[in-house]
Structures are given as structure tokens and as C-alpha cells.
């Protein structure tokens, strides 16, 4: 769960929720000029945070990437084109080609050092 530190807002454990809902919220993040911290498992949803200019990430970082479901094939599809829209470019397309249409408990899991060497965040 999300807890204050100090300015900073750390991330840890979030298994993910409703798209939308993670949406508004990292978009408040970005707006207030929240900074933010990734030090735990961060998954499906959750990964929008790196969509936030001001996130780094520790080494213990995980991210866990899948397509979102519990709707009808379009409503998640729909909500996967959300999620991608606010990742960084550089995370963008892989997600969409590779992670979006996983369902279900398959996803792909990638470290804080591979996020880090892409270029969708880094280290705090």
C-alpha cells in the first residue's frame, strides 16, 4: 500500500486495481509534482506510476505487466490502449505488443534494472 515518507510517496506490494481508478490517480501524482518511490512489487495498474516523470525506483522494485480483464474482450482492450497512453514511449509499444494481451494470472515480469535500462524510470 502507498505510504507517506517525508515528500515522497512510496509504492510497495500493489497487486493492481481498476484501470481508470489508477489513471486519475497517477495523473494527480503528475499534477501535483508528486514524487514517488517504487520499492516492492508493482503490477498491472500500478504500472502507470511510470508514466510519472518525478518516479524513481529502488533495487527492490518488480513490475508485473498484463492486460487488464474483467470486462468484455473491447472494454479491455480499451482499457489496455488507457494504461498504455500513460506509459512512457519507451515502454508503450512493448506493452501493447507483448504484455496486453496476457489474461488472466499470466504476465510478464520484469526486474527494476531492465525498467531502469530501457528507460521507463530511475533510481532513486
Known amino acids: ?9 512510496t509504492i510497495r506490494n500493489y497487486g493492481g486495481e481498476v484501470v481508470n481508478e489508477y489513471i486519475i ?9 508528486e514524487r514517488l518511490r517504487i520499492g516492492g512489487w508493482c503490477a498491472s495498474a500500478c504500472t502507470a506510476y511510470l508514466g510519472n516523470p ?15 480483464s474483467g ?19 519507451v515502454l508503450r509499444d512493448w506493452y501493447l ?18 525498467v531502469e535500462r530501457i528507460g521507463a524510470a530511475h533510481w532513486c
Do not use: W
Open 1 to 9: 500500500m502507498p505510504t507517506q515518507t517525508h515528500s515522497v510517496r
Open 97 to 114: 505488443t507483448k504484455a496486453a494481451t496476457l489474461q488472466g494470472n499470466t504476465h510478464i515480469d520484469i526486474s527494476e534494472k531492465e
Open 54 to 68: 518525478n518516479t524513481c525506483v529502488t533495487p527492490s522494485a518488480q513490475f508485473g505487466f498484463h492486460g487488464p
Open 71 to 89: 470486462g468484455t474482450a473491447a472494454e479491455n482492450r480499451r482499457a489496455a490502449l488507457i494504461l498504455a497512453r500513460h506509459q512512457l514511449a
Open 25 to 33: 490517480r497517477a495523473n494527480l501524482a503528475v499534477l501535483q509534482g
